[in-house]
């Protein structure tokens, strides 16, 4: 299983930019997906969080700003971040729980994208 992530960049604080992260390989089922970050020097932390049924969990920080969805269909996971601010920047990574046909359920993380907002 691959998960691609694309859609980072540099944008202005008050910017907006989108998160794709597509899976790929043989998948039966994706459960939970979710975007971490990790700022320079800093420890990665949870951004959003998406359950298979749509539940989302945010964290405090981007809540309100932030919106994490996702394509079950396109087995591809979002991340909508509107009025960015200089703190969010950082690479980030999505991430996911994969059940395949012959490996139990798995926790996959992408190559991560970068995102930097200039102040």
């Known amino acids: 299983v691959t998960l691609v992530e694309s859609g980072g960049g540099l944008v202005q604080a008050g910017g907006s930019l989108r998160l794709s992260c597509a899976a790929s390989?043989?998948?039966?089922?994706?459960?939970?997906m979710g975007w971490y970050r990790q700022a320079p020097g800093k420890q990665r932390e949870l951004v959003a969080q998406i359950s298979s049924g749509g539940s989302t969990n945010y964290a405090g920080s981007v809540k309100g700003r932030f919106t994490i969805s996702r394509d079950n269909a396109k087995n591809t996971v979002y991340l909508q971040m509107n009025s960015l601010k200089p703190e969010d920047t950082a690479d980030y990574y999505c991430?996911?729980?994969?059940?395949?046909?012959?490996?139990?359920?798995?926790?996959?993380w992408g190559q991560g994208t970068q995102v930097t907002v200039s102040s």
């Open positions: 991430n996911a729980d994969v059940l395949q046909p012959t490996v139990p359920w798995t926790h996959y």
């Open positions: 390989g043989n998948i039966l089922a994706i459960n939970a």
